[in-house]
């Protein structure tokens, strides 16, 4: 530490201490965190309007989400949901609660994301019905602390004919999901 260090981009360029597990762990504390993705067929398109090499939308939230998945450690616990037309649960296998945040997990959480396959609609409602599932399931597999529901999408509920619908279906949802949690 005494000694002078040269500062170049091939000896601290890439460093970032926000990114190393004690900063994270001393900044956050633990957290239970399920992740939800869209998946429907309007992610493959470009992320940038009118520009046609832009990335596509899945291809932002899967950075998106890989980034997110690297600042968990040890404490958190977390779980991930994609939805189209119907949600579900990924990973590795498919878990019923949520998984510790350990190295095998967050690999086998990130490789489920990588693979997804946009296809169908936007219901929004059955994605949160699925994520309050998870934790309202996961009493032993918990931190017991915060709560976090991280809602990806690109657009608009297809969950009902009007959008009024399509809000009520979410609101229901959600109501149904923290009376649930509220009772554990």
Known sequence: PGAAQGRTSSSCGTYDARLRPWFIAASSGPKDIVIVVDQSASMNNPNVAGQPNSETRIGAVRTAVSALLGTLTQSDFVGVVGFGTTAKVLGIPTPTALLRANE?????????????????????????????????????????????????TDGEATDGDTTSESQTLIDDAISAGQAKLDTN
Not at 104 to 123: A, C, R, W
Not at 134 to 139: E, Q, R, T, V
């Open 104 to 152: 095998q997990n967050i690999e086998d959480l990130k490789f489920s994301v990588e693979n997804l396959i946009p296809s169908g609609d936007t219901n929004m409602a059955p994605a949160f019905t699925e994520a309050f599932d998870l934790l309202a399931a996961s009493k032993e597999s918990s931190s017991s602390c915060t709560r976090i529901i991280l809602f990806l």
